[in-house]
């Protein structure tokens, strides 16, 4: 009875072992077949209103693909840090993304200057990396691993160009932040300027966190330009539209995509009546035609947003949420291997998001055409689309 009761012990032990290596196995299973995805957002500071609907938007397509059953069998895990818009900061999260948490791909960061300082870690480190923002520099020249779902300063710059020649505007004056961001715009708005047409009469700077720019605005307005052009981040072009009220200066004010989203209008008051920029169709989706290609896109995308953020849209968000689309595209069939990750996102072709449409190559990791642009005027504290 005693060796039964002893064989009945044992029985159960082992049971309780085998259980406990069983869960342990499985735990590890599902471990290793979920995907991770890194993403690096300006979620507080001054540059929330990009990283902020940046990561809810990556959040929400990660929850959306796992509940269709994930990527080829495995689900998403979203890691996420928070930047705050500062490049040291953002430094920081890429080496946490590479060497702890181990992701496949990352999303972000949210601005240029964040966005560069990062470049070098993961070109070295081999993952695949979809900025979130504009500067030309992220991928010009091309670099094997970076791509960027933002519509690059280059183009932002020719649209406004453009615009200008509709309204014979000759000679301007350009207000940038001083950071990278700025710094690509000055050399666009610069090298471009003879193409249409115009002269730069005056370059003028300011700091991120500038309170006022009259004395900047003052020299611009002394060559009396037929425009000014600034070229910033919120919140720093809300107040050279304050600055250029002020200073009754009644000439065209025209800014950069930059800005393009509710909060500058919130910022800048009545001073951003007038204004004019280029932006992706997110804010005027109403307007666009029935047989617009994006229209479909983004109409599910402002759906599907507002619904469960109960927020606006921001042609910002839409970048991570392009970045995630196209990124789950490249992950199908790859068995998570970087290498051909990367080859699927430099293969894509044809693919409509809400940024506009999409078509990377081995020369071309931005992959978008001046038709992502349309030019807008802020009226009555909205948008109001421009004639091409």
């Given at each position: 009875?005693?060796?039964r009761?002893?064989?009945?012990?044992?029985l159960?032990?082992?049971?309780?072992?085998?259980?406990?290596?069983?869960?342990?196995?499985?735990?590890?299973?599902?471990?290793?077949?979920?995907?991770?995805?890194?993403?690096?957002?300006?979620?507080?500071?001054?540059?929330?209103?990009?990283?902020?609907?940046?990561?809810?938007?990556?959040?929400?397509?990660?929850?959306?693909?796992?509940?269709?059953?994930?990527?080829?069998?495995?689900?998403?895990?979203?890691?996420?840090?928070?930047?705050?818009?500062?490049?040291?900061?953002?430094?920081?999260a890429?080496?946490?993304?590479?060497?702890?948490?181990?992701?496949?791909?990352i999303?972000?960061?949210?601005?240029?200057?964040?966005?560069?300082?990062i470049?070098?870690?993961?070109?070295?480190?081999?993952?695949?990396?979809?900025?979130?923002?504009?500067?030309?520099?992220?991928?010009?020249?091309?670099?094997?691993?970076?791509?960027?779902?933002?519509?690059?300063?280059?183009?932002?710059?020719a649209?406004?160009?453009?615009?200008?020649?509709?309204?014979?505007?000759?000679?301007?004056?350009?207000?940038?932040?001083?950071?990278?961001?700025?710094?690509?715009?000055?050399?666009q708005?610069?090298?471009?300027?003879?193409?249409?047409?115009?002269?730069?009469?005056?370059?003028?700077?300011?700091?991120?966190?500038?309170?006022?720019?009259?004395?900047?605005?003052?020299?611009?307005?002394?060559?009396?330009?037929?425009?000014?052009?600034?070229?910033?981040?919120?919140?720093g072009?809300?107040?050279?539209?304050?600055?250029?009220?002020?200073?009754?200066?009644?000439?065209?004010?025209?800014?950069?995509?930059?800005?393009?989203?509710?909060?500058?209008?919130?910022?800048?008051?009545?001073?951003?009546?007038?204004?004019?920029?280029?932006?992706?169709?997110?804010?005027?989706?109403?307007?666009?035609?029935?047989?617009?290609?994006?229209?479909?896109?983004?109409?599910?995308?402002?759906?599907?947003?507002?619904?469960?953020?109960?927020?606006?849209?921001?042609?910002?968000?839409?970048?991570?949420?392009?970045?995630?689309?196209?990124?789950?595209?490249?992950?199908?069939?790859?068995?998570?291997?970087?290498n051909?990750?990367?080859?699927?996102?430099?293969?894509?072709?044809?693919?409509?998001?809400?940024?506009?449409?999409?078509?990377?190559?081995?020369?071309?990791?931005?992959?978008?055409?001046?038709?992502?642009?349309?030019?807008?005027?802020?009226?009555?504290?909205?948008?109001?689309?421009?004639?091409?």
């Open positions: 009875m005693q060796q009761k002893i064989s009945i012990v044992t159960v032990l082992a049971l309780c072992v085998m259980l406990v290596l069983s869960s342990v196995m499985t735990q590890s299973v599902l471990a290793e077949s979920v995907y991770k995805i890194g993403g690096i957002f300006a979620v507080t500071g001054p540059a929330s209103f990009l990283g902020d609907p940046e990561k809810k938007s990556m959040e929400m397509m990660v929850e959306q693909i796992n509940a269709a059953g994930g990527i080829d069998g495995h689900m998403l895990e979203a890691v996420i840090y928070d930047s705050e818009g500062d490049p040291a900061k953002a430094v920081t890429v080496n946490k993304l590479l060497h702890k948490d181990n992701v496949i791909a999303i972000g960061p949210s601005a240029t200057p964040t966005t560069l300082a470049v070098n870690f993961v070109e070295k480190a081999q993952v695949p990396l979809i900025s979130c923002a504009a500067g030309i520099d992220i991928t010009s020249p091309v670099k094997p691993w970076v791509f960027k779902t933002a519509q690059s300063d280059l183009l932002a710059v649209a406004i160009y453009k615009q200008m020649q509709t309204k014979n505007i000759k000679t301007i004056g350009i207000i940038t932040v001083a950071n990278a961001f700025g710094e690509s715009g000055k050399n708005l610069i090298s471009q300027a003879k193409n249409f047409g115009i002269k730069v009469v005056r370059q003028e700077s300011f700091g991120p966190n500038d309170t006022d720019t009259t004395a900047q605005l003052t020299k611009i307005k002394s060559t009396s330009p037929d425009a000014i052009v600034c070229w910033g981040t919120n919140p072009p809300a107040v050279v539209a304050k600055n250029i009220k002020q200073l009754k200066i009644d000439i065209p004010l025209y800014q950069s995509h930059g800005v393009a989203s509710p909060k500058f209008i919130e910022l800048a008051g009545d001073a951003a009546e007038g204004i004019i920029l280029p932006t992706g169709k997110i804010l005027v989706t109403k307007l666009l035609a029935a047989d617009d290609p994006q229209k479909n896109i983004l109409e599910k995308y402002e759906a599907d947003y507002t619904a469960k953020f109960n927020s606006n849209v921001s042609g910002f968000g839409g970048y991570a949420y392009d970045a995630m689309n196209i990124l789950a595209n490249a992950i199908k069939g790859s068995g998570g291997d970087k051909k990750i990367r080859a699927a996102l430099e293969s894509t072709q044809k693919y409509v998001g809400v940024t506009g449409e999409f078509n990377f190559s081995a020369t071309d990791h931005n992959g978008l055409s001046p038709e992502a642009f349309v030019m807008v005027e802020i009226k009555g504290g909205t948008w109001k689309m421009l004639d091409k």
